[in-house]
């Protein structure tokens, strides 16, 4: 534990069950089970700094609750504040598994150009020996921040039910740990009053961001299992510059990618994501999953109006933390500019993904930098099939990307088609970027249907690393041509041709080309 420095809030967006998943410890201020429901993180790692932003939403008694989490140490006014909410929605669309749909264009068509109040009052802990002391007080917000230190985790337990929070049971024993290791604990009481609440009871409360130092980064799970309901999704993601990250603790897995799917999918995308991230952890038990490394400046293909992260997210995420200039403000030719590097570098996305069962975790979860990865991209092999797993690549290129694929089947008049040229539908202009879905607003449990659906069903390629094959018969068709990614895009190629041997063969092969 002495390694362990923080417990936050994860992310379930595009989780298959949407269960309850949270590294802190919801503490409800009225009668009743109160569990985190939904929690989106995002980890801005830069050297030994760490910037923290994570958004929760609760369903419970409408009461103040109160938010507790582990910290490394106390935090100053400073460092703690709140970001946008739409800020934390558009990271997790951008990096949420993505299903496209394309058409197959006319293969003798010529090839297209490219062309807050004050801090409440605490009741003296030291009165009753409870070995509890209020470090700080800080108010942002909806927010009414307490920065405490403890010597027991009983004295702690005691200490917030003396304050009117209805700790969960089982709380000082996942408090413990986190006491032994002398850590401060930050609790976060939100006035109900000053929350908005959504259709359902659910308060969406306003992202918060804090920021400290510590030599590794690791996420102690454990803390979250006494407010869990069982078994629990977490999912992270990591900005860092240049590099993507895997798990340290645990093994690690990346999800099946490039897999042609039935039009069904369309309507049951989710359920369908679900099954798929259902059959990748019973194959690889305990793995944390990579659904997403890719440079967070961009994305291919893009879903709706979500675009890659600018100079502006990025400084809101953390960017000013590392001394970055603000982009929105002209900089005074005698003023500093502080450090415009951060702001330029090749930020990447890491999207993690873990599944763990409260009776099975045994430890935190410890993060580290990991050799670039890339698939989920338009890209074939010699035999014309898609890559459908991970592999090594020179830069971060790899997403969750299913496709619904519609073949040509108009006339063939010309003697030299070419195949295998994707868009959008027959009306979109050549060349312009199909429709795209994300699996990243699912709702907070299956419907009852989704409970018996076989993936086999929704798939149209088989999927040997899971031992799955499509029901359907696949068609015994000759593969298309080999072909590669003109610019990286996601969604279309151009054909490609093995080199010849021979010096004429070649010649030939390069005139043809600039013909």
């Known amino acids: 534990m002495r390694s362990a420095w923080l417990a936050v809030a994860l992310a379930l967006a595009a989780s298959p069950a949407r269960v309850h998943a949270f590294c802190g410890l919801y503490v409800s201020g009225a009668g009743g089970e109160l569990y985190n429901d939904t929690t989106t993180l995002v980890v801005m790692r830069w050297e030994d700094t760490t910037i923290l932003s994570m958004q929760s939403d609760y369903r419970g008694p409408p009461e103040d609750f109160a938010l507790v989490v582990p910290v490394p140490g106390a935090l100053a006014e400073g460092q703690v504040r709140t970001l946008p909410r739409a800020l934390l929605a558009q990271v997790d669309r951008l990096a949420a598994p993505r299903l496209v749909e394309y058409w197959e264009e006319d293969p003798c068509a010529p090839e ?8 409440r009052e605490a009741a003296d802990p030291t009165a009753r020996g409870l070995g509890v002391t209020v470090e700080g007080e800080l108010s942002v917000a909806e927010y009414e921040i307490a920065i405490l230190s403890a010597e027991a985790s009983a004295g702690l337990e005691t200490w917030l039910r003396d304050n009117d929070y209805r700790v969960p049971q089982g709380a000082a024993e996942a408090l413990a740990p986190y006491v032994e290791a002398g850590m401060k604990f930050f609790v976060a009481r939100v006035d109900v009053d000053r929350v908005t609440f959504e259709a359902g ?3 969406v409360l306003t992202p918060l961001r804090v920021h400290y130092r510590a030599e ?6 454990q803390f979250g299992l006494a407010s869990s309901s069982g078994t629990q999704d977490v999912v992270v993601h990591v900005l860092a510059p240049g590099r993507r990250f895997e798990a340290a603790s645990h093994p690690n897995a990346t999800i099946a990618t490039n897999l042609d799917v039935d039009d069904a999918v369309r309507e049951r995308f989710g359920a369908f994501y679900a099954a798929l991230f259902d059959a990748t952890v019973e194959r690889h038990p305990g793995a944390v999953v990579t659904e997403h490394a890719w440079p967070a400046s961009r994305c291919d ?7 890659g992260l600018g100079a502006r997210e990025l400084y809101l995420l953390g960017a000013d933390v590392l001394g970055a200039p603000d982009p929105d403000v002209r900089p005074s030719p005698r003023a500093p500019r502080g450090r415009p590097e951060v702001l330029e570098a090749d930020w990447v996305l890491t999207r993690l993904h873990h599944r763990y069962a409260s009776d099975a975790l045994r430890e935190d979860l410890a993060l580290r930098p990991a050799r670039p990865i890339e698939g989920g991209r338009e890209v074939r092999d010699d035999e014309g099939r898609l890559a459908i797993d991970a592999r090594p690549g020179a830069t971060n290129a790899f997403q969750a990307r299913y496709v619904i694929r519609h073949p040509w089947e108009g006339p063939i008049p010309c003697a030299h088609p070419t195949r295998d040229r994707w868009g959008g539908p027959p009306s979109f202009p050549s060349g312009a970027q199909a429709p795209v879905a994300d699996a990243s607003d699912r709702v907070a449990a299956r419907a009852p249907d989704d409970e018996e659906l076989d993936l086999r069903a929704l798939l149209r390629v088989p999927v040997p690393a899971l031992g799955l094959r499509p029901l359907e018969p696949i068609a015994d068709v000759p593969p298309p041509p080999p072909a590669a ?8 190629a151009a054909p490609a041709t093995r080199p010849p041997a021979g010096l004429a063969l070649a010649l030939l092969l390069l005139a043809t080309r600039r013909r």
Do not use: I, K, S, T
């Open 216 to 221: 590794r980064l690791v996420l102690p799970l």
């Open 201 to 203: 009871g659910r308060a």
């Open 301 to 307: 293909p893009c879903m709706g109006d979500v675009r």
């Open 112 to 119: 297209p150009e490219r062309a807050a109040p004050g801090p």
């Open 485 to 492: 990614p003109r610019d990286g895009c996601g969604c279309r």
